[in-house]
């Protein structure tokens, strides 16, 4: 499924922007001629993208009181958020709403072979269930949320650093030939960037998104699209140095964000004081355990400075912080990245930048590699969002 002529692509793009739009208005907002609106009209109608509904009435005589607006079940994607330890899955239809999510636990090391397998069970059994079936000619394609570096125009993880076994894996290819279907990669923090665009009401102020847990990374969304750099690998917010005498990050750099205040570097850092298997271990004993604490405290710090330098280069109103770990260090890690933004960013005495936090957690990334699919499958479709909640038709 594919618009492919521009005059589809372009009156696509004015009915997903708006809830509902008349034909009149969209010949006005286009600039085509009411014929042409007329005529694609049918064509997104035939094709189930679409559908009529009832609008207010419009001034003036023969104003339309029918409508277009985008079907929600016209077209559905899937989405996978591939973490080092986590996998999340989400099915999406063209209104944004979640039609089906799984999420599973990988364990330490696990190899990319046997994760890519997992993957591929859990796509066949969605596949295989009735109401997916039934739907299976509805299905845009499939995409999938990695770690960078990756390389987006063949689908490849590259080797990301702090991944054993994910070097050079053509998930594309693999996922394609399994399932014959369109299969599309991003990096993980730029995907989960998108997830959260399409929660938010269209033309939301720009904002910089930044994951942390395992890796850290960073998405930054201005208007409706997320800027990617030339080879698709912007805003690796982990890979920013935040201690020049510091270890030798697995990317080459030294003092990298990433191998000083990521959940990994913690841990390693928290060992000496006890044996901590997960966070949620080590911040329970950050409770009494003093050096633990402050072992928190300092990563916090070193994100804060971190997301100060990217806003100095980035100026942007919002900065969004999120990742399956993030609600354990919360606590700790918003107040500390607020005060250094409100006391230190450039911009701080034009205008103040606000930080929150994602509340789709662990599985933005599935939501943005899903959105993903419908964004480059139904090019300048992105904002397909603010729709009401749709029955599974
Ligand atoms: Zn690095």
């Given at each position: ?196 665009a ?5 033309g939301h102020r720009p ?14 969304v201005i208007g409706d699209d ?156 992105l904002p ?10």
């Open positions: 499924m594919r618009l492919r002529r521009q005059h589809e692509r372009i009156i696509f793009r004015a009915i997903s922007t708006n809830v509902a739009i008349s034909r009149t208005q969209l010949a006005e907002l286009t600039g085509l001629s009411g014929q042409s609106v007329g005529r694609v009209a049918r064509t997104l109608l035939g094709s189930g993208l679409v559908e009529e509904t009832e609008i207010a009435r419009s001034k003036g005589p023969g104003a339309s009181p029918i409508g277009l607006r985008v079907r929600p079940s016209g077209a559905f994607s899937l989405g996978f958020g591939l973490e080092r330890d986590y996998l999340s899955g989400v099915a999406l239809d063209l209104g944004g709403n979640i039609r089906w999510q799984m999420s599973r636990h990988l364990a330490e090391g696990e190899t990319a072979e046997n994760t890519l397998r997992l993957l591929e069970q859990d796509i066949r059994s969605l596949l295989r269930a009735p109401e997916w079936s039934a739907r299976r000619d509805r299905l845009c394609g499939v995409g999938v949320a990695a770690p960078g570096p990756l390389d987006v125009t063949t689908g490849t993880i590259v080797g990301p650093p702090n991944f054993p076994s994910w070097e050079h894996v053509d998930v594309a290819k693999e996922l394609g030939r399994a399932f014959d279907l369109p299969v599309l990669i991003d990096n993980a923090a730029t995907a989960a960037a998108i997830g959260i399409w929660r938010l009401p269209h904002y910089l998104y930044c994951y942390w847990g395992i890796g850290i990374g960073g998405g930054l997320v800027y990617r750099g030339t080879t698709g690998n912007a805003i690796e917010i982990g890979h920013i140095v935040v201690n020049p005498g510091g270890r030798t990050c697995e990317c080459g750099n030294v003092g990298c964000l990433e191998t000083e205040a990521s959940v990994r570097a913690l841990l390693r850092d928290a060992a000496p004081y006890g044996r901590f298997r997960t966070l949620t271990e080590m911040m329970t004993a950050a409770r009494t355990t003093p050096e633990v604490a402050a072992l928190v405290t300092s990563a916090a710090e070193k994100m804060a400075a971190a997301l100060v330098s990217v806003l100095n280069v980035v100026d942007v109103d919002e900065v969004v912080l999120g990742g399956e770990h993030l609600d354990e260090v919360e606590e700790v890690f918003v107040p500390i990245i607020r005060d250094h933004i409100e006391h230190r960013a450039f911009r701080r005495r034009i205008a103040p930048t606000a930080v929150s936090v994602s509340d789709i957690g662990e599985i933005a990334n599935a939501m943005g590699a899903a959105a993903m699919v419908f964004h480059t499958l139904l090019p300048d479709g397909v969002r603010d729709r009401p909640e749709a029955p599974f038709g």
